[in-house]
């Protein structure tokens, strides 16, 4: 009887991942830039009137919307954490980013876009590498305090 059909185990899952996204909004703007930042877009996904809407719904968009936050982390991520002494970036972040792709492309077929665009931005960086400032301007405004 624990496993019956019904409605609100669904809109518990849905609630549940509208909830994560705002702690997880919070780490990734604080992450890229700093903490005012992270609390300002905390605040801004916790009052979107959509996300909400779709909080409340039986739909992928919560789910959809968390993957999404949590695959650009880790795709910032390997761009501004620290470098190992040989050069190359953590696997945990690699292994990361690819499972969140997994996930979110299991989710909706939209989440192909996020994936573009990344692309664009790795090849855009790998590209301009060797120019001043290159395509990543985050690291320079994390002290913004």
């Keep these: 009887m624990a496993f019956r059909c019904s409605y609100l185990p669904s809109v518990v899952w849905m609630l549940i991942f509208f909830l994560l996204m705002i702690p997880a909004m919070y780490m990734f703007g604080t992450f890229t830039f700093n903490k005012k930042i992270g609390l300002f877009a905390a605040i801004l996904i916790s009052v979107s009137p959509f996300l909400n809407w779709y909080g409340n719904e039986i739909r992928m968009y919560s789910l ?47 989440f192909a876009f996020n994936a573009i665009a990344q692309a664009i931005f790795f090849f855009g960086h790998i590209s301009c590498i060797g120019m001043p400032g290159g395509l990543l301007y985050a690291r320079r405004y994390r002290d913004w305090e």
């Design 64 to 110: 959809f919307a968390l993957l999404t936050i949590i695959n650009q982390f880790f795709f910032v991520s390997t761009f501004l954490s620290e470098r190992k002494a040989d050069g190359k970036i953590s696997n945990k972040l690699w292994i990361g980013f690819s499972v969140s792709l997994i996930f979110g492309l299991y989710t909706h077929y939209f």
